[in-house]
């Protein structure tokens, strides 16, 4: 399996005890949410209509403490689609062991112009259904 | 009510989209989980016994886009004390118009020097207990 | 004499070695240019006539490791005004010792819409000599 | 030329301006001196000697706004080896255009347990000339 993205883990991720600090996990689950999504999705077409991706819940567990030096890669799927939000399950994982070092349901809404949610209906759910397609993802 | 801590929004907090990015959220929370801890606790008594506050799992509502400019504030108080672990909330507020604009339930674990999770009791839960107390937090 | 920026490191700030990540002082010198810039220039009123200040030069230097836990102070002052860059003399001081642990001379153009530096002068350059005044800063 | 380093801007390294922030562009010239550093020398060695490479000056243009969506990519060479530092030359490129959108020169020393600056010499400076060599870096 190839993963989208892979990180070494450097001196800067790290925090005092030495370890990626926890909100460095979000930018590694951010990076692979957008790898993810452009890898399936036309995002530029969707932007020029105003519609934007929007982060409603992170729920997130920190699973191993990461020293510095090893190398990780994240996974992202879809974990259920709703009628005004979309839920990814997003993992961590130690690239040697596949040990998972943390994982995440992150909840999103997609929300136009106006700022309001709108439902995932028609081209947009059709988009949004091509993220449970396998491959690297 | 005066807060531990107050954070003007600043270009370099927001992302693309001129909000504050969601990992910086969890640096404010952090923020204030320190300012708190510190101020209620003798943390340097503990890290001499080797014990570290290890967070486990974050769960944190997005509520409202902030935007460059705006000045928030943030309160976090115990939620609840488990045998192995705490449960504390924590909320970013908007500082004149207190509307939330994130909230998190943050679970954290003590461990000591083994890197194993001990038991809330005796002095140790005497501290936590110290939380609760009423004041700035 | 007052500070308008005063940081207290954390485990979050510091890397691997347990101390202040260079990046973060970058984080450090922003938030104190801004927070002189809006103490003393009506940042609003340029940013609708789509002026904005364009970092170009940063020359850093990290004199003192600092530890978690020290808190830091920061100044920012005028070093020179030039035809169409200003440069500022910025310092990251220990707040009980003051010592320095970094300073920094940066470098700084004032764009307009199409994005091209404007001269220093008029009503502009009157705004960038409140930043000589004294005071806080 | 192959680069060892690459990084796609995202909306989360991007400021309000929605260029990539100053402080980012520091993590990214971190990222690629560590890449090349350990491409050619046995970082871990140094590292069980108590040996640390130790930043003290950091001088970067910022040449190009960088919008979200670009890919980067990074070189750093050999620019100077002193008695007592080391500078090296560090470029962040558009990749697909070759522009130069920052570059640095980085200085540091190398510093052993107590915390002093060693000379580069015998054995440590054979490991530093390696940086010189040519290939992907």
């Known amino acids: 399996m190839e993963y989208l993205t892979e990180i070494k883990v450097r001196g800067y991720h790290a925090d005092f005890y030495g370890h990626v600090n926890n909100a460095r996990y979000l930018e590694f689950f951010e990076e692979d949410r957008w790898a993810t999504l452009e890898s399936k999705i036309d995002l530029k077409k969707w932007a020029k209509q105003g519609i934007i991706f929007l982060?409603?819940?992170?729920?997130?567990?920190y699973r191993l403490a990461v020293p510095v030096g090893e190398t990780l890669v994240a996974t992202t799927t879809i974990e259920k689609i709703g009628n005004r939000s979309v839920v990814l399950n997003q993992q961590i994982l130690i690239k040697e062991s596949k040990k998972v070092a943390a994982d995440a349901l992150i909840t999103f809404v997609i929300a136009d112009k106006t700022g309001r949610a709108v439902a995932m209906e028609g081209e947009m759910l059709q988009e949004i259904e091509k993220l449970r397609s396998s491959g690297t993802v």
Chains 1, 2, 3, 4 share one sequence.
Not at 55 to 61: D, G, L
Request: glycine share 0%; no cysteine; net charge neutral.
């Open 55 to 61: 982060v409603v819940n992170i729920n997130v567990n």
